[in-house]
């Protein structure tokens, strides 16, 4: 008769396995971490693209409000508030032509310029 239970190496393996599956698991979140802090700094810049472009749409004579929009961006009546921990830097700049281009970079240090 064979005493029941488990052997040494039976679990030995169900650890191993379970730690294969954890590291897995673990590098998963955090590229899911780092793919969320991006679309949040894309989200951010497209808000203060639009909140640029419609202050200088509304009166075409107006200038464009350029500058670091990393604590938020008001240009008249439109206001973007701080975009907090996903956004390391932002800046507003006129294109030449009263365009607006906006540059964000991500917590996670991806580029991203509107337009």
């Known amino acids: 008769m064979r005493p029941s239970g ?6 030995l393996i169900v650890i191993a396995v379970l730690g294969i599956l954890l590291t897995v698991a ?3 979140v955090a ?35 350029a500058g670091d ?5 008001t ?7 701080p975009p907090g921990a996903t956004v390391t830097f932002c800046v507003v700049r006129d294109l030449g032509n009263g365009t607006p281009q906006v540059e ?5 240090g991806r580029r991203y310029r509107l337009p």
């Open 26 to 28: 673990a590098f998963a």
């Open 75 to 81: 240009a008249g009546s439109y206001s973007v508030p």
């Open 6 to 11: 488990f052997s040494l190496l039976e679990l």
């Open 31 to 65: 590229k899911a971490r780092d793919a969320a802090r991006d679309r949040s700094a894309m989200a951010y810049a497209h808000n203060v693209f639009k909140a640029a472009w419609a202050h200088v749409a509304e009166e075409p004579e107006r200038q464009l409000l």
């Open 104 to 108: 964000v970079v991500s917590a996670s």
């Open 69 to 73: 929009c990393t604590q938020g961006y």
